[in-house]
């Protein structure tokens, strides 16, 4: 532990799944610019993108590489784990932030629960909660060894309170906030306190991934979105950089007594009533 600056992350290893998401992107060129060395892990398919993202770090003097994976399979997982310990011999912290949602696996206003693809749930509880447990059992190996290590897990309001449109994946973030609890105390009993499990809850962010759901073609706000504002006391949506103090809180020393929470950042959404 740095006890002159316990926020420090320079040269702490930082695996991130999902990390070519919409927030991916942002969080991994966060943790670079912090002095962490990033590892980038996702599809395959993102392979290209993951390259200009590794070379834009680079090009502003951090340090990053990428790995393709498949979160849903051990072997290649396995194979990632592999990766990291040769290039850096350690892993700090793992942000488990694999996931996503899919039109079937929602209700939509003029259907009703009988209408719901029930093998569409199952995928997008399968790669929400499955895609977080997976990666944890490979990668949480070295902090074992290590004596010490932060993995953060993805959650999302939708855990908390069930919202219409995503039966699935609501179902999915509840379990991963249960899923954090448990490994929190699982890890730290048998493997010591220097292994420490928590989960950050984003409130409501308008990305290109959503803006189709929470705009008109022409700009202005749906129904939906009126909804959430009108339900969020800071009256708008979230910034994706308005994550990256929690985030790097609870990667770093400063959180050392901390496990086995899911920090909201919602703009007050969970909190408001009427």
Request: glycine share 10%; hydrophobic share 40%; aromatic share 8%.
């Amino acid at each position: 532990m740095n006890k002159g600056n316990l926020f420090d992350l320079t040269d702490r290893v930082v695996v991130m799944t999902g990390a070519c998401g919409v927030l991916g992107r942002s969080i991994v060129k966060y943790f670079a610019a912090q002095g962490a060395k990033v590892v980038l892990l996702s599809r395959e398919r993102s392979a290209e993108l993951a390259g200009t993202l590794v070379d834009e770090i680079k090009a502003d003097g951090g340090e990053a590489c990428y790995f393709p994976t498949d979160v849903l399979d051990r072997a290649s997982l396995e194979k990632n784990y592999d990766q990291i310990m040769e290039k850096y011999g350690r892993i700090d912290v793992l942000l488990n932030a694999a996931g996503g949602n899919m039109p079937a696996a929602t209700v939509p206003p003029d259907k009703t629960i009988f209408d719901l693809d029930i093998d569409a749930v199952r995928k997008v509880t399968e790669l929400n909660l499955f895609g977080t447990i997976l990666p944890t059992t490979v990668f949480a190996k070295a902090m074992v060894q290590q004596g010490k290590g932060s993995i953060i897990n993805f959650s999302s309001m939708s855990s908390f309170r069930p919202l219409t449109r995503v039966a699935g994946y609501g179902v999915a973030k509840a379990a991963i906030n249960n899923w954090t609890k448990y490994l929190s105390s699982e890890l730290a009993i048998k493997f010591g306190e220097g292994l420490r499990v928590n989960a950050i809850a984003p409130g409501f962010l308008l990305t290109d991934q959503n803006r189709t759901l929470l705009t008109n073609p022409d700009g202005s706000l749906t129904d939906r979105s009126r909804a959430i504002l009108g339900h969020t006391p800071f009256d708008r949506f979230l910034e994706p950089e308005e994550l990256f103090g929690t985030l790097h809180y609870l990667a770093s020393d400063a959180s050392a007594a901390v496990t086995g929470t899911v920090a909201i950042v919602d703009g007050g959404f969970d909190s408001f009533s009427i």
